[in-house]
């Protein structure tokens, strides 16, 4: 009998601990989402980290983002991530680097399609973020960059954000000398941007 009882116990225990394991967002990202040239700790996914864990029930952050990453490496790590962490919300910021080397735009459109989709086969809510290029790489590929991000959202229902850096990009004092990834302080302003359309995932 008292074995039972404490059988009874233990069964209870891991039910409870299962019970408070935190829900995690997998954010597969590049630079921008891999604290470039700044202290990990003060990048907006860590801090993003930080406000879940805050939450009732928690949440936490996972940071799969690597600097370079391209949106056919991101396919290719995808599924062994949603394996390996097992993700209520995937955030996926990329194509940056696609853009910044010209890549076919088609390509980049089927490789967030593959991952998006993929996602979803596994219960993940997604969140779409886009970015958008310098006004060097013309009006056509800009605004059929614009445009995979915002096709993509309506037609696989996902969230979006529409520029990752908005409100910072253009301003020199929030940008590291290359122009391209902010300065530690602007990743609070980063992850506002992100949060507001990821908050109603977080259920």
């Known amino acids: ?25 997998l954010v597969l990202g590049d630079s921008l989402s891999a604290a470039h040239n700044i202290p990990v700790e003060a990048g907006w996914v860590h801090l993003l980290d930080a406000r879940l864990n ?12 690597i600097s370079g990453e391209t949106s056919l490496s991101g396919r290719n790590r995808l599924p062994a991530l949603l394996a390996k962490y097992r993700p209520q919300v995937l955030v996926l ?75 910072i990009a253009l301003d020199p004092a929030l940008m590291q000398d290359d122009g391209l990834h902010p300065v530690a302080s602007a990743q609070p302003r980063v992850l506002d941007t992100v949060w507001k359309p990821l908050q109603p995932l977080l259920h």
Not at 54 to 65: D, E, F, H, L, R
């Open 54 to 65: 805050q939450m009732v029930p928690k949440w936490t952050a996972i940071n799969a983002s």
């Open 93 to 167: 910021e990329l194509g940056a680097n696609d853009g910044l080397r010209g890549l076919p735009l088609p390509a980049l459109r089927a490789n967030l399609d593959a991952m998006i989709v993929a996602a979803q086969k596994a219960k993940v809510r997604v969140l779409l973020v886009g970015i958008e290029l310098p006004v060097n790489y013309g009006p056509q590929y800009r605004d059929g960059l614009r445009a995979v991000y915002a096709d993509l959202a309506r037609s696989r229902r996902t969230a979006l954000v529409p520029f990752l850096l908005e409100g």
């Open 1 to 25: 009998m008292r074995q039972c009882l404490w059988l009874l116990v233990f069964l209870c225990g891991i039910g409870s601990a299962q019970a408070a394991a935190p829900k995690t967002v």
